[in-house]
């Protein structure tokens, strides 16, 4: 794996991740992915939906840079951190993980290569940009495994707010569910 620094990993989150980690971790900073961006772009099948009635979640997708949190994970809690996110991340393949260079925003400010999840343009559960209105009415109706659609939004972006990191789009939303 090359989102190692010596013998630690660095995973970058963008959305759940910030607030829902599930994994241990030595240390969370602020951090800034460039050339992908933060969208509500996938439709939601297992965790915030069902394929009958989908939720949507979001997605790195291609452009633009996205502030979001690096956690460095120990050396010896890596493997099990990568399978558990394998597991979460990837269960209907509609992410690719992928390595990126991350800056990290606190303290010494420095690059580092970041495990991440980047959204799969070709698979159907792609949204591609739909309309705001279209996606409250997607969060909305969506509740999965891991609970309401409405939760994950909400969450999402009081961590956001938490970090400073504004989304107008996101806000929308979140104001009216």
Known sequence: MTATVGDELWVFGYGSLMWRTGFDYLERRQ??????????????????????????????????????VAFRVAAEKASATISYLQERELVTKVYKEAVRPVELLEGTRERVQALCFLVDR??????????????????????????PNPEYVRETVGHMHDLGIRDEALEWLADRL
Not at 122 to 147: A, C, D, I, K
Request: hydrophobic share 30%.
């Open 31 to 68: 951090a800034k992915l460039i050339g992908a961006r933060r969208a509500l772009c996938v439709y939601s099948h297992i965790h915030r939906g069902t394929p009958e009635r989908p939720g949507l979640v979001l997605g790195l997708d291609r452009g633009g840079s996205c502030r979001g």
């Open 122 to 147: 070709s698979h159907p559960q792609y949204t591609g940009v739909l309309p705001l209105e279209e996606q409250l009415r997607l969060v909305r109706q969506g509740h999965g495994r891991s609970g």
